[in-house]
């Protein structure tokens, strides 16, 4: 029997990453929203890697927080070690990392969640999504409690019908031993929604204790203390190290003895893996020649001696697993607290959703995270928030938000999922983005706050926060142009104890600050300028050294955007153009584009079918205002 | 496949509240032990009331504080409020009661248990028990691994073929959504380890924000400081505040017209539930004449509102639960976060057991905790901390340490285990002890910590605490019998300050304190004592005012020991023995008393039959002094 108990403008079903920032998106917008999860005790875990950020997915973070997303602020005051890196490389793909505590996060998210106003978190096992004339009215728990909505988000992660596999070990199940969602993918089938059997695994836990720390090389956190969010104050932060150790023959023959013994390889495992992040089997397999592979040995939290052997995923005998483990340095007496494993699980196929994540059959219904065949808290993170502030758009009439790929890592994130789909958990990557130089962590605040605050979410704190450092960089950039210093004795001689050569004729500051030797700080000591933040001082730098480059790849960004504005109207007959390829019909049709440079992206639709379609659209316009 | 894996000398299986006591009191004695859990994140868990202590339960902390028991400790640590209960009453029956934050609790258990050396904590779900020629010699988990022992102590609480039930919801797990252990009973039956079928619930939990705190009576911690252990030294404490409230005819009524859809009241469990905690619907049935039930409102911890709604445990479905809490005051708006449940699970029928707690058949094989047939933590954590003790006294060819009923509420609570069984999950009570005057909450230090030393479990530090105590006592007990003062006149003034009636005749300081209105701080600043520490002060009180009551138990408890020390042979044929009951002779089969003083206590045993008993044995004895 099912009994309606509650009505909500928006239901999240499930906590993860994606989840908790889209019932925190949607609530904060005025939204009464419901956030349902399998367990109370699930609420933002981490199921694997103790870790947030690191390339591509730190910038996900800073575009998440210029956002009003959550994830960089707690994040801040979980870390137990952060580092910046790729500090050798160029500032495009500068990326912070947070070492988290993985409880400490779970607690403080519940309670960011428990506390956050218009929001009620609510243990449940939804078991059916409700949709009358093809719009979403709500879901059914088990407990036959109806819960109507007028959207509904779906963030089930790695839970629809679970099953954890492992050796011989093999259940249904989510992950750490959890509840799984059984019922809810036949009713997502029932109406119309498509679903994909995905794979992902995790490596096993270790007792700090039975390490051997001289074997291995400690990595420690850097001593300047930064933060995801632009709005945190964190200014000091005790930091535990990492263990850099390596896997060797031995390690490898083991693995490569015991092959048909793992999940992976004797076809327990339906899903498909992630390329990015795979099993230590598919490495071994995958990489026959490398003599080793690269260990991080990591801290679950300060609270406890769990530590994650990242590299080492596997879905091989628990005894095998410690087996080889115990060949690697430090390793040689490790004692095995949890065993590795991998889970298979149902998501969707994102192909069926438009760039604002809602589902294009049903509306009103939207998936973000692991739901839409990605993987990362990160993607999920980003993508839940995206969801929670569209559902909201949505319900308020409003145009979605749908950021562009020369707007935000999200934005290409979104676009190649709606775009080309994915035949397997799809992770971010800095080389995924083709505007990099503009998708900066540093100057993500400067790409999204505007549009965080046009949307609501960005909270007149925030606000503050940004439009100070904002202000501070245009004047600093404008008074740096004004100021022109002479050829002097004097000024040369200045420049030469800065390392820099001597000028022939007069030159503004901004200038000499493109120069790769000239930092602002040097600049204010020699010249008596004002002192900056930071973080403007370093804008400044990067506007003055890349502002070729940049000026560059907006031109691109340009031409992109020309194709970008050419909407392609939603009840285009792709089929009924005779000239098309029938794969580039096909996939048209299945992805429905919103305009001519996402149908240019979709992989099997080549420039030449790009031509045919601007000819049509033109045909079409023409015929149009004939009529 | 199975796997030898790793050899211990103990092996407990679950790390809730008994096993975690136990794997700490095996490892403290020098056992290499493995504490092996279905979750890492389940340790110590909390599935019901986060609280410890109350009437008996709080003895029983306190006792197992004093033989070098960790629950005491922790409790102090994790305590958000702490109440000493009926101090309107007698000494006996003072008890402390601790509000605990629940996720802290585990997180501190966990870490302990983690740093713990000799101790390996697992996350493994065992399904085998193995023996051979009648002893266990190890057990096997799911995954093949197989962990070889000397000795194995069950701790599974409510997790062997666990299934939770409320309305419609039905299904195969252990609390809060975390997977059961479904294989491991087949295996204990195949052995010949008699199960029995409990059942236990909890209330829904409830949001923080969504109540009416001036409907509902605050109640506070306690102004002085308390701490459950002997050797905490906690003296400040942030306390929040419980709430009370009660139910009404509104509550009733729902509660009456919806029994039908009750597990309890529908066949969906099967397992005997707890008398002493029943569910609402058995309140509500059983006395029907009642108007009122009272509730406390709790908070779970300081890092979350969930609340607690004690005294609410229902299986009604999760709808009909918001209906009748929003009938109470206080209530009207409440949101559920998580409902509440019943769980079926399956346990051991105790009556197997030797007072040591090894089964009878299976030399090695200990169990502790709810797989006992008992329910509460604290009951759990005792019998853990006493099978631990004793796997290793056998495993060190020691005699068991088996505390008797004069001893301490761990005897009562074990001897009536062994000796009666139980027929319903078993809580410990206050009137189950007969000596309650001895076995005080604060004097169980004086009644278990040389045990404790004697075993080997209380360290320096405690048995310093301890032995500065005693002397202290000693010393004051002694001095104050010999300090004599005269009727002066100078003298009855000061008694007459203090309240209390004029000397006709000389009269030591003792005697004087054995009036109730003279209390030994009164008695210090009168005649000059030296200041003592507030709980030498306290004994010495209770020493001097109740030492007549105490000389008359200790008598009564000479006269039971009398009968406790009438030892029963292991190989007495009961069946033969004629003049016996045919109840009697199969009930003292199949318990196989220790004495004549448990057979006494076995329900069915009549003192004609231990009259019988005496006699056989007396001729036993004769007959084999003759050969
Ligand atoms: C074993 C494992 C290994 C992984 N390894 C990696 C890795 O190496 N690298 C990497 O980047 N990522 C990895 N991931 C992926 C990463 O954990 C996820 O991408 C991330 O947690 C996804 O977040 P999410 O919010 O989409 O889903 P999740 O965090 O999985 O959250 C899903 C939520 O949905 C709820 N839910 C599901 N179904 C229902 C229902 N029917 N009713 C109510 N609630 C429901 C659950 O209770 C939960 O709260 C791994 C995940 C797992 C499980
Ligand atoms: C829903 C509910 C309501 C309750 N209500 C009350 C109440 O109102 N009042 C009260 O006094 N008590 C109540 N209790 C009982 C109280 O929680 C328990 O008595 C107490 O937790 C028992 O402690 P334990 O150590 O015996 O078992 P648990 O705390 O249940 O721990 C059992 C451990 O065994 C492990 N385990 C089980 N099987 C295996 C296996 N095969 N392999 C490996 N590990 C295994 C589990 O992982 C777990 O760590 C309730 C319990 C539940 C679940």
Redesign the interface.
């Known amino acids: 029997?099912s009994?309606i108990?509650d009505t909500f403008d928006v239901i999240v079903v499930g906590a993860g990453h994606a989840g908790v920032e889209a019932a925190l998106a949607a609530a904060r917008l005025g939204g009464k929203t419901l956030l349902a999860t399998?367990?109370?005790?699930n609420v933002a875990l981490m199921p694997c890697n103790p870790s947030i950020g690191g390339p591509a997915k730190g910038h996900l973070v800073r575009e998440l927080d210029a956002l009003g997303g959550q994830m960089g602020i707690s994040a801040d005051l979980a870390c137990i070690q952060m580092r910046l890196l790729n500090t050798g490389k160029g500032y495009a793909v500068h990326a912070l990392r947070g070492q988290e505590d993985k409880?400490f996060y779970h607690?403080?998210m519940?309670?960011i969640v428990?506390?956050q106003e218009n929001l009620?978190?609510?243990?449940l096992m939804i078991d059916k999504l409700l949709v009358e004339n093809g719009a979403v009215v709500g879901v059914e728990?088990?407990?036959?409690?109806v819960f109507e909505a007028k959207c509904v988000i779906l963030a089930t992660g790695t839970y629809l019908r679970g099953r954890i596999v492992?050796?011989?070990?093999n259940y249904e199940?989510g992950p750490?031993?959890?509840?799984s969602a059984q019922k809810l993918s036949a009713s997502l089938l029932e109406n119309g929604v498509e679903l994909m059997r995905f794979k992902t695994g995790t490596p096993a836990?270790i007792?700090a204790?039975s390490l051997d720390y001289s074997k291995m090389e400690p990595q420690y956190g850097d001593e300047e203390v930064r933060n995801f969010s632009f709005i945190s104050d964190i200014k000091t932060r005790e930091q535990v190290p990492c263990y850099l150790t390596y896997t060797n023959e031995a390690t490898h023959k083991i693995i490569r003895d015991n092959l048909h013994l793992s999940g992976m390889y004797n076809g327990m495992i339906e899903g498909v893996g992630p390329r990015y992040c795979p099993s230590i089997e598919s490495k071994i397999v995958r990489f026959a020649n490398k003599e080793r592979h690269q260990l991080f040995i990591e801290p679950e939290g300060r609270?406890?001696?769990?530590m994650y052997v990242q590299g080492m995923s596997s879905s091989l005998?628990?005894?095998i697993q410690?087996q080889f483990m115990q060949t690697i340095p430090g390793l040689e007496h490790c004692?095995?607290?949890?065993?590795g494993y991998a889970i298979d699980y149902d998501c969707l196929d994102p192909l069926q959703l438009r760039p604002s994540l809602e589902h294009k059959a049903i509306s009103g219904l939207f998936s973000a995270g692991q739901s839409n065949g990605t993987s990362g808290y990160e993607e999920a993170a980003a993508q839940g928030l995206m969801a929670g502030i569209n559902a909201m758009m949505k319900i308020n009439g409003r145009e979605p938000l749908v950021l562009r790929r020369d707007e935000a890592y999200i934005g290409v994130l979104i676009d190649d999922l709606v775009t080309k789909g994915t035949s397997e958990p799809y992770r971010m990557m800095t080389s995924r983005a083709e505007y990099r130089l503009l998708l900066r962590q540093d100057n993500a605040d400067l790409r999204l706050t505007e549009k965080g605050r046009a949307i609501g979410l960005v909270d007149d704190k925030r606000y503050g926060i940004f439009t100070e450092k904002r202000t501070a960089l245009e004047r600093t950039v404008s008074e740096l142009g004004k100021q022109n210093i002479s050829p002097s004795a004097e000024n040369n001689a200045k420049l030469d104890a800065m390392g820099t050569a001597p000028l022939r004729s007069g030159s503004s500051l901004l200038d000499l600050l493109r120069r790769k030797e000239v930092t602002y700080s040097k600049l204010q000591q020699a010249f008596g300028l004002s002192e900056l933040a930071p973080q403007v001082a370093e804008q400044a730098e990067i506007f003055a050294k890349y502002e070729g480059y940049i000026t560059k790849q907006r031109q691109e960004v340009e031409r992109f955007m020309k194709l970008e504005n050419k909407r392609l109207p939603d009840d285009i007959d792709y089929r009924a153009i005779k000239e098309l390829s029938s794969e580039a019909a096909e996939k048209l049709d299945k992805v429905r584009p919103a305009n001519i440079g996402q149908a240019s992206r979709i992989s099997g639709v080549s420039p030449a079918d790009i031509s045919v379609l601007m000819i049509a659209l033109e045909l079409k316009r023409r015929k149009e205002q004939e009529e």
Chains 1, 2 share one sequence.
Not at 141 to 145: K, P, R
Not at 176 to 179: A, K, M, P, T
Not at 335 to 339: D, G, I, S, W
């Open positions: 029997m009994y108990t399998l367990s109370l005790d409880p607690t403080l519940k309670k428990e506390d009620e978190l609510k243990q728990a088990e407990t036959g409690e492992y050796g011989q070990v199940c750490n031993g959890l509840r836990r007792d204790r609270s406890t001696n769990e005998p628990a005894h410690l004692k095995m607290m949890r065993a």
